[in-house]
C-alpha cells in the first residue's frame, strides 16, 4: 500500500494546500463576497456538503469544508477592512 492511496494522508495534504494557498491568494471577488454573504447560498452550500458526507465521500466533504471555511474568513476579514476603512 502506498502512502498515496492512504486516506488520511490525503485529507492531510489537500487540508494543508488549501490552507497554505489561501493565504497566498489575491482579494476574493466581487461575486463571491456577495454570494457568501447571502444567507440561502451559505445554507445550500453546506448542505451539498453533508450531501457528500452521506454519500461515502469524507475526503471531498471535507477538502470543501475547509475551503468554505477559509472563503467565509476571507470575506469576513474583507469584510472588516471595508468596514475600517471607511
Do not use: H, K, W
Amino acid at each position: 500500500m502506498a502512502i498515496v492511496d492512504n486516506p488520511t494522508v490525503i485529507a492531510i495534504v489537500t487540508t494543508f494546500i488549501i490552507l497554505y494557498t489561501s493565504t497566498l491568494g489575491p482579494e476574493p471577488p466581487e461575486l463571491l463576497v456577495s454570494a457568501l454573504n447571502n444567507t440561502v447560498f451559505r445554507f445550500v452550500i453546506v448542505f451539498c456538503i453533508a450531501y457528500l458526507g452521506s454519500s461515502r465521500r469524507p475526503i471531498i466533504a471535507l477538502a470543501a469544508t475547509v475551503l468554505f471555511l477559509t472563503a467565509l474568513s476571507l470575506v469576513a476579514q474583507r469584510n472588516v477592512r471595508d468596514r475600517i476603512r471607511s
